[in-house]
Every structure is written in structure tokens, then in C-alpha cells.
């Protein structure tokens, strides 16, 4: 996968190397003989970060009930595999942070405090919020700062699977760990005796993030040295804004994306994941969420299932599947289900050639059955679920020929300019992109069109869903797909259709977030819309 980067920035890792050679060397000599605890990279963050003094590791992601919840944004330490504990940046101290279950129609209301030592706020990914409530800094909010607080509230419409995360400096944030689950319960649906929530993502298990590789973090407590006393190093996950000459888009190396070699399921890999237990005669849900930046090809070992949501939206009349791979792109949204009919210990797991794929392994645990004698088959190709054919026809709210007010094109694309890597829609990046207009009641049609030679684009709309109407030219044939992020792979084509229901400015961009922060964002906005939101320019706001 992209072999042309690999070069390049094994270039840019041996330069930062250099770097930092250099500058330990000119602070003092060897590491050892350093005053770490004089040592304080930043001090405007030092003043303001707790020193992480928080060394538990073993996470327990909790569920809250209810309609009214705090999420605190602060540092942690976590053990993402055995052996490996980094520090990451959580809502409630773990990663994911708790996952909130709320009743459809009903009022909820999220306080959100920060206490890192960066701004942040909170997007409801996939829920059709007010806009004020959308979370994105510069657009619908200013970014809250370290030690204030923002309260987020909605009425829970829609019930289904959905996230949040941090939307401020995203392709960061979320690197991090800042994300959690969201699930809106129908008031009336079917009931599954187990009902269980799979966050999936991927890390760099050298503990850095994208940004101490672009080094505008000051974040070097996070790399490897091995002599220094991390706890008292207080450089900071700072605001270092100063290192400009370093940044991501000039060093042009955040999007080799083989420098993540960990992947976990709820925060943890391997041996670490938690055991998903059920008894015999169940009927089990299970809810894929992708917080990640890569494609994950999910596969249920022992059992028939079926596809009952995407993006948390229904599948009419879903087939049965047996051994075949649900590919689930960044920030997809997939509800599987099946009945617990096999006594044995059974895998759910990610394929694919990627050595990491060893660590997205969830154990199906059948109590009171001693474990059974599944082995991995992670390498194997399996038919993969072709969503645009599966299920019974149903329902349309759109057809392809039918009458819209307004049609437009999005060009996707990767481009070089000025020697830097760019993701382009319509041949522009992000604030320059032309912005879909719409007025409230308006039917839209988008084609959406992948140019690029290699990379996927899962392109998610902000505050409302859309209906799939064709792939490649090809209405779909199944069952409606409705949608909030919709993948496409290089060359491909999609045509979706939507109805401009939810007055705002909303965001329409690539969710691997390194193509957002390099341009793939476009705005969807309502020209007769009016906000009293006034950006601060001194909030440091960083929507994408
Ligand atoms: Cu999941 Cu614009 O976000
Ligand atoms: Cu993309």
C-alpha cells in the first residue's frame, strides 16, 4: 500500500531523528544525566496540564443509561497490548471513552469538561443534531479550552449505532483515543439478549501520533527514551504552535498510513480484548464501529448473521451470510446479528495481509463451554458483503430519475501542489472548496467520484442522511441504503440523494481525517440560514 510514501517518509522519520539528536545534544548531553524534572518544553501548557500522574491501565469502557451525562476530556495512560501501555487522551479516562445509551425521543443533555491542555468539543457522528450542536469548532462553536466546560443537547430522533469524537484537530484528537460509542434505543424494536459495541482503531505502538511525528505537538515524551523519567517530563502536550517549519503539511508525511502496526477492539489488542459472552439459544447484536483510518474486513467465525443496520440505519429483509468479510471503512457504522446455536469459543476478526489485523480478535465466548479449537484465518480472502446487492428491495425516498432541486458533483481527488500531498475536492482543498448550497426543503443529488489512483475516501455528511441510489452506474439492487459515510475506493462512482431537512453549515469531508486536515472538506450550507455564532478568532478553532 502506498509504496511511493514509504520512502519519503522513512526520509522524514530518519530527519526528525536527526532533529532530535540535535536538540537533546544541545540541551545538555546524554539523556541521563538530564533534570527531567526541570525540563518543561512549554510553559504556558506545563501551567495549565495536571502532570500525569495517572498510572492505571486497565480500562473498563463503561455504559451510562440515562439523558443527562459528563464527559471529561483529560490524559491517561492506557495498555493497548500486553506490554504496551501509551498515553492517550480520553473522555472519562479510557479509550473508547463510556459508551452513552440513550432512549429515542428522548432530551439528552452532554456537559463536556476539558481538562487537557488543548481546546477540543464534541461531534455526534452520524446524528441528525440541531447544528449549534454539532461540535464543530469555527462553524458551530468555538472549541472549548482546557478547564471550561460546553453542554451539548438534543432530542435522540433517530434510534441506531452511532459515535463522538473530538472535532477539533480531529485527524489528532482521534489518533489519541477521543471517541466513544453513541446508541440510540428504539422505543419499540427488536430485542436481542446480548447487544455488544465493537470500536474499532488503529495506533502506532512507538506511541507516537501523526502530530509528534509532525512534531507540532512537542509531544516528545511520547517517543522512545527509554532513559528518561516520562512522568516527570512535562513538555507538554502542548500547544506548541511555534514549530511551524515542522509541520504536517509541509512534512508531508502523516499519510503513511503502514505506521500503524496496532489495531484494537475497545481500546485494547489481542489477549487484552474483552471476552463477548453469550449462552446457548441467544440472539446477539453486535455493533461495529470504526473509529480508525483504515478499512477493517470484520469476519464471524461458527455462525450464520446477518447485516441488520448500517450506519445504524435498517437493512430491509437482510440475507443470511456465512464466511463472508464486512468490510467497515472509517467511520462506518455496521449492526450485526446472529442466534448463539454453536457451543465453542469463536473469533470475530479482522482479514486482511496488514500484521496488525493479529490484534483486532474478539473472543465469542459460550459459558460454561471450556474454550474451543477456533483458530485465526486472517489472511484468508472471503467473499466480501456487497451492500449495494443485499437484502430485498423496499421503500425508496429517492429515485434516480425523479426531480431535484439541486444536483452536484464531487471530484475526489489526490493532487501534488506546491510539493505537498493534497486532497482535493472539485481540484480544491478546504476552505477554498465551493460549497454545496442548499435551501431548507430542498432534494439534493450528489455524485460522488473517486479519482484518486489508491486511496479510499469514506465521505461523511454532517446532520443528515442520504440515500444510495447507484454504484458505478448501477442502481442499487437490494434493499435502501440510507447513510451518514459512504466509502470509495479508487475509480469509483456513487450517486446519492438527500433532502435538505436540517437548516446550518454543516461538513461534508473524508473521515480518514489525514485527507480532511489535507483538504478533503466541503461545506454543506443553507444560504437562507442565519447563526449568531461568532467565531473567536483567539479559540484556536481547527474544524477539520
Ligand atoms: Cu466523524 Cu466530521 O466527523
Ligand atoms: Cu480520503
Known amino acids: 500500500m502506498k509504496t511511493g510514501w514509504k520512502l519519503k517518509s ?16 544541545s540541551s545538555g548531553g546524554s539523556m541521563g544525566g538530564m533534570d527531567h524534572s526541570k525540563m518543561n518544553m512549554d510553559d504556558k501548557s506545563a501551567a495549565q496540564q ?15 443509561t440515562g439523558k443527562e451525562f459528563t464527559l471529561t476530556a ?40 476539558n481538562e487537557l491542555p488543548e481546546p477540543v468539543t464534541i461531534h455526534w457522528h452520524g446524528v441528525p443534531v440541531p447544528n449549534a450542536m454539532d461540535g464543530i469548532p469555527g462553524v458551530t462553536q468555538n472549541a472549548v479550552q482546557p478547564g471550561q466546560s460546553f453542554t451539548y443537547t438534543f432530542k435522540a430522533d433517530v434510534p441506531g449505532t452511532y459515535w463522538y469524537h473530538s472535532h477539533q484537530d480531529s485527524v489528532n484528537q482521534l489518533d489519541r483515543g477521543l471517541y466513544g460509542s453513541f446508541i440510540v434505543e428504539p422505543k419499540d424494536g427488536t430485542k436481542v439478549d446480548r447487544d455488544y459495541t465493537l470500536v474499532l482503531d488503529e495506533w502506532m505502538s512507538t506511541g507516537m501520533s501523526m502530530s509528534d511525528m509532525n512534531m507540532s505537538g512537542g509531544n516528545m515524551s511520547k517517543m ?6 516520562h512522568s516527570k517530563m512535562n513538555m507538554g502536550n502542548s500547544n506548541n504552535k511555534g514549530s511551524n517549519s515542522m509541520d504536517h503539511s509541509q512534512m508531508n508525511m502523516g499519510h503513511d498510513m503502514s505506521m500503524y502496526d496496532l ?12 471476552k463477548l459472552p453469550v449462552k446457548q439459544g441467544e440472539k446477539v447484536r453486535i455493533r461495529l464501529i470504526n473509529a480508525g483510518y483504515l478499512s477493517h474486513q470484520i469476519h464471524l467465525h461458527g455462525h450464520e448473521f446477518k447485516i441488520t443496520a448500517s450506519d445504524g440505519q435498517p437493512i430491509h429483509n437482510p440475507g443470511i451470510l456465512k464466511d463472508s468479510v464486512v468490510t467497515i471503512a472509517p467511520g462506518e457504522r455496521y449492526d450485526i446479528e446472529f442466534e448463539a446455536n454453536n457451543p465453542g469459543q469463536w473469533l ?12 483486532m480478535k474478539a473472543v465469542i465466548a459460550y459459558e460454561g463451554v471450556a474454550a474451543g479449537s477456533d483458530k485465526p484465518n486472517d489472511k484468508e480472502k472471503l467473499p466480501v458483503v456487497d451492500l449495494t446487492r ?16 439541486m444536483e452536484y458533483t464531487m471530484n475526489l481527488n489526490t493532487e501534488m501542489k506546491n510539493g505537498d500531498m493534497v486532497y482535493t475536492i472539485n481540484g480544491k482543498t478546504f476552505p477554498e472548496t465551493e460549497p454545496i448550497k442548499v435551501k431548507k426543503g430542498d432534494t439534493v443529488k450528489v455524485r460522488l467520484v473517486n479519482n484518486s489512483k489508491t486511496d479510499d475516501h469514506p465521505m461523511h455528511l454532517h446532520g443528515h442522511f442520504f440515500q444510495v441510489l447507484s454504484k458505478n452506474g448501477k442502481p442499487l439492487e437490494g434493499s435502501p441504503v440510507i447513510k451518514d459515510t459512504l466509502n470509495l475506493k479508487p475509480g469509483e462512482e456513487y450517486v446519492v ?7 446550518g453549515n454543516w461538513m461534508f469531508h473524508c473521515h480518514d481525517l489525514h485527507h480532511a486536515s489535507a483538504g478533503m472538506v466541503t461545506e454543506l450550507k443553507y444560504t437562507d440560514y442565519k447563526t449568531d455564532f461568532v467565531p473567536d478568532p483567539k479559540a484556536g478553532n481547527k474544524p477539520e
Not at 522524514?12 to 532530535?20: C, Q, R, S
Not at 495536571?50 to 451510562?64: G, H, M, R, Y
Not at 489495531?263 to 474483552?274: A, E, M, Q, R, Y
Not at 495481509?353 to 493479529?358: I, M, R, S, T
Request: aromatic share 6%; with cysteine; net charge negative.
Open 74 to 113: 483529560k490524559t491517561s495512560n492506557q495498555e493497548l497490548a500486553p506490554g504496551i501501555t501509551l498515553p492517550v487522551w480520553t473522555f472519562n479516562n479510557s479509550v473508547p471513552g463510556p459508551e452513552l445509551r440513550v432512549k429515542q425521543g428522548e432530551t439528552v443533555k452532554i456537559n463536556l469538561k
Open 497 to 503: 440523494a438527500f433532502e435538505a431537512d436540517n437548516e
Open 10 to 25: 522513512a526520509a522524514v522519520v530518519g530527519a526528525i531523528a536527526v532533529l532530535l539528536t540535535g536538540c537533546f545534544n
Open 50 to 64: 495536571p502532570t500525569n500522574t495517572n498510572t492505571s491501565t486497565t480500562v473498563k469502557v463503561a455504559t451510562l
Open 263 to 274: 489495531f484494537t477492539v475497545n481500546g485494547k489488542s489481542g489477549s487484552l480484548v474483552d
Open 224 to 229: 522512545d527514551m527509554s532513559n528518561m523519567d
Open 348 to 359: 470475530i476478526e479482522d482479514h486482511g495481509e496488514n500484521k496488525a489485523v493479529a490484534g
Open 390 to 405: 443485499y437484502g430485498q428491495a423496499g421503500k425508496m425516498n429517492f429515485t434516480l430519475d425523479q426531480k431535484y432541486t
